[in-house]
């Protein structure tokens, strides 16, 4: 069959994993990962392995029984890695690598003790997708291929290992600690996850723990008090949930993404603990992934859609469930903001803003984009509003129970539906969605009174009009969000000052509100702001408010020096996904 994935050497031909048992320890020290990975394969076979790499040192390989195996690692390949092939003999199905990671793997953040909550011990974290977990492990790193694991990992007390995974026997020595691990449900390499810290933990329901550093432990488990009670609802919606448990970690602040739905723990990022629970939508977007991601898994990151538009729909579904349509509402217009942006940045003919990509020879962290999400999701909107709730719920379960626990391409998704939903595709012109560039005329509009009248009001600011101060105190985090985008950028510097001393942007805890506040402060050379964007930039590393800001501050020359100035400073906490993304900005 050949290569099946344009970002990996794997080829299903040679053998496909089943299981991985990995024994590592973790050095902080090197900021190395060393030990030994045994990969199972579903079945014993003979001639060349080909596994993906990145920067890794392979020290030997082996069968289960100890014989040495001849093996060759190729030259890297830009952000490929290196191909790792082996040499099986004749009835192997199964191999033993001893290898250690590099200090600047790209899966890895190691963070120093000043970078965290607690400010007394160091840190260490995973983040494997899209195609990073070649560079923390010698793996078959495609989505369409799925293995359950085991791990024990060794890590310097008094700190803890938690992983994607069930958590199992501890032992505790003098100056180490081993942690056990089981993942009984098999996973594509991306969802393989880590974190090494000072961790404690609280329950927040009969199937969810959270764990922090101690100091964040009290406001996390606050602000996800009600994880039961969105748990529940999805199960409603959408079935079991198949995965045991729904537990999370709040990470330190340079986690890259609002969220990484890493079966059995879930990655969250600290920006969320807002102190009123406005942002835990970002938690239900995870949560959907259990179902729609996690459950059935796009098979390549050129069908990258099929996991994130429907969970996006999903997040809508329980969030519709929980807090009504108008919350919806307000959801897709944040939504259909955002993939407008990027639809603009890539430009409306270009392929990128296809659902379905031809992403060979291009690094899926550099196309990043909300395409995928959120056309995605009004693709998902259409068809569940074509051919009613129904009849759609019937096809989303049939759809789960058909591919549970494999990953798919969009044919596949394709013939299913034509399959399952016959002539609904040709009435929507599903092709065009999916094949074509930009909006469909035809994509779903939510309405709200409230959407309409703070648009509107957005709207008129250049006619002069200002929002009412004791009426938009009262507005939503959500109805601040959208005000905000929508005004004029740049706005005058006495009219930024107005804003700000009329509702105390600067200081606001909601991360949203306040990313969007500075974009126009910097935008519009404001500088009684630059102080609060200097402690933004050196507080958090989610991508989705460094990328924004770095942008506005390097696309204007009063503010350039300030953003090369905060990146040389910051840079070193970020993580190497962030850092990668922002030198590229900086370099423009």
């Known amino acids: 069959m050949g290569r099946m994935d344009p970002h990996s050497y794997t080829d299903p031909d040679q053998a496909s994993t089943r299981h991985m048992d990995l024994e590592l320890t973790v050095d902080f020290a090197a900021r190395r990962l060393r030990g030994v990975v045994r990969l199972d394969f579903a079945e014993a076979g003979s001639g060349p392995v080909d596994l993906d790499t990145r920067d890794l040192t392979i020290e030997a390989v082996e069968t289960a029984d100890g014989t040495p195996l001849d093996f060759h690692l190729a030259d890297p390949e830009g952000f490929m890695g290196a191909r790792l092939r082996i040499e099986r003999p004749a009835g192997v199905d199964s191999l033993r690598i001893r290898y250690a990671t590099s200090p600047e793997a790209s899966a890895l953040q190691w963070l120093e003790p000043q970078h965290t909550a607690g400010g007394n011990h160091p840190y260490m974290f995973s983040q494997c997708q899209p195609i990073h977990a070649r560079s923390m492990v010698p793996v078959q790193d495609s989505a369409r291929v799925r293995f359950s694991y085991s791990a024990r990992i060794t890590v310097p007390r008094p700190l803890k290992a938690v992983m994607s995974a ?26 393989l996850a880590i974190a090494v810290g000072n961790l404690a933990s609280q329950d927040v329901g009969p199937r969810s723990r959270v764990y ?10 606050w602000e996800f008090a009600e994880i039961d009670r969105m748990l529940l609802a999805a199960e409603g919606l959408f079935g079991p949930y198949r995965w045991d448990r729904f537990d999370f970690i709040v990470m330190p602040p340079a986690f890259p ?66 807090a009504g349509e108008d919350a919806v509402a307000l959801a897709a217009a944040i939504g259909r903001h955002g993939l407008e942006e990027d639809i603009q940045r890539f430009g409306e003919d270009s392929p990128l803003t296809r659902l379905e990509n031809d992403l060979a020879g291009i690094d899926p962290d550099e196309v990043y984009s909300q395409v995928p999400y959120e056309k995605g999701c009004l693709l998902v909107q259409l068809i569940e509003k074509t051919v009613g709730r129904q009849a759609f719920d019937r096809f989303i379960t049939r759809y789960m129970d058909r591919f549970a626990f494999t990953s798919i391409t969009t044919a596949e998704f394709e013939a299913f539906f034509h399959e399952e939903l016959p002539g609904v595709a040709e009435k929507i012109g599903m092709d065009a969605w999916i094949h074509g560039p930009g909006i469909p005329a035809n994509a779903p509009v939510f309405h709200s009174r409230q959407l309409e009248e703070i648009t509107a009001l957005a709207a008129s600011w250049a006619d002069g009009e200002r929002p009412d101060p004791q009426v ?117």
């Not at 922090?212 to 488990?221: D, G, I, R, S, V």
């Not at 408010?545 to 009063?558: D, I, N």
């Open 472 to 588: 938009a105190r009262e507005w939503s985090a959500e109805l601040w969000q959208i005000y905000l985008q929508r005004l004029p950028r740049p706005i005058s510097v006495d009219d930024c000052a107005w804003l700000d001393q009329t509702f105390s942007l600067t200081d606001s805890g909601n991360c949203e509100i306040l990313c969007q506040w500075l974009l126009i402060a910097a935008a519009s050379g404001w500088e009684p702001a630059y102080p609060r964007i200097r402690s933004f930039l050196g507080s958090v590393g989610r991508m989705k408010y460094l990328k924004p800001l770095y942008t506005v501050l390097h696309a204007h020359e009063r503010t350039r020096a300030m953003a090369a100035e905060l990146f040389a400073a910051y840079g070193d906490r970020y993580h190497p996904i962030a850092r990668g993304g922002l030198e590229s900005i900086l370099s423009a």
């Open 212 to 221: 922090a550093e101690p100091e964040q432990l009290e406001a996390a488990a």
């Open 166 to 191: 069930a958590p199992g026997e501890e032992a505790r020595g003098e100056t180490s600690s081993v942690f056990s691990f089981e993942m009984p449900q098999p996973i594509p390499s991306y969802l």
């Open 257 to 322: 993404y609002g969220g990484m739905e890493n079966p059995r723990l879930t990655f969250l990022t600290p920006t969320l603990l807002a102190g009123d629970r406005s942002l835990v939508n970002v938690l239900a977007h995870e949560l959907a992934h259990s179902w729609t991601g996690n459950l059935v898994t796009n098979a390549t990151m050129n069908d990258f859609w099929l996991n994130e538009g429907f969970t996006v729909w999903a997040e809508r579904r329980i969030l519709e469930a929980l």
